[in-house]
């Protein structure tokens, strides 16, 4: 089996939870939903691209930054400009209040996601990354991303127990006593009676040196990472 490889740097990065409002908080790498979300907007897609994703990596430290959201009571404001530093308002406005956000960021994070789809839908991912013509970012929009590597390689089922070399999601159906921390992540949604209602992918957080017993579908690739599939 193949899949596309990508070495992936950013130097900071949000990846926000939902509902996550006073504090944006981040997850520790970038859930798969975000990485297909990326990929999807590099394709231009307009419907859904089946592919599966495996997300692991690693990040120096977390910061935090202190920012000022502005908050709008109604649709209907008077007019004011908007500046560089923020909004260009001398007083008071009764439609528009402020409330101090703090947001969590990894810095210097190092991604190692591997992408399987149609062999026509890796070589065009492949083919954009060296020809995109505007930057790419993974979480947030300003969060930019550097492609250090992309290259389709081969994978091979794991024949015997592995030593993560990265942080990683690891499916729940590979985790057996394994230390982790459980996640409930973002897949795809449906719309039901109007609602969006997501399919979750249930996986662990586990850290870099953790052992994992062989198990059907854990892949290795030709540079001895593990691939672990999440759906």
């Known amino acids: 089996m193949k899949a596309l490889r990508l070495k992936l740097y950013q130097q900071s990065a949000c990846y926000k939870k939902p509902f996550a409002f006073k504090v944006a908080e981040t997850y520790p790498l970038p859930p798969h939903s975000t990485v297909k979300g990326m990929l999807h907007a590099l394709l231009g897609a307009t419907s859904l691209i089946p592919m599966r994703i495996s997300v692991q990596g690693r990040y120096d430290t977390i910061l935090t930054d202190y920012q000022t ?12 400009a908007l500046t560089a530093d923020g909004l260009g308002i001398e007083r008071e406005m009764e439609h528009i209040t402020t409330m101090p956000i703090y947001s969590h960021m990894l810095y210097d994070v190092k991604l190692i996601i591997h992408v399987h789809a149609d062999d026509a839908v890796m070589e065009e991912i492949s083919q954009r990354l060296q020809n995109h013509s505007t930057h790419l970012s993974l979480g947030r929009w300003e969060d930019l991303v550097r492609v250090d590597e992309s290259e389709i390689v081969d994978l091979e089922l794991c024949e015997e127990d592995i030593i993560l070399k990265n942080n990683a999601y690891v499916p ?36 870099t040196g ?19 599939f999440a759906n």
């Open 172 to 207: 729940v159906r590979l985790l057996g006593d394994v230390a982790h921390f459980p996640y409930k992540l973002n897949w795809t949604y449906r719309i039901v009676k109007g609602v969006r209602v997501w399919d979750k992918l249930h996986v662990g957080y586990v850290q």
């Open 210 to 228: 953790a052992p994992l017993a062989v198990e059907d579908d854990m892949w290795l690739d030709s540079h001895g990472d593990a691939v672990l």
């Open 69 to 80: 959201h502005y908050f709008f009571k109604t649709d209907k404001t008077e007019e004011f």
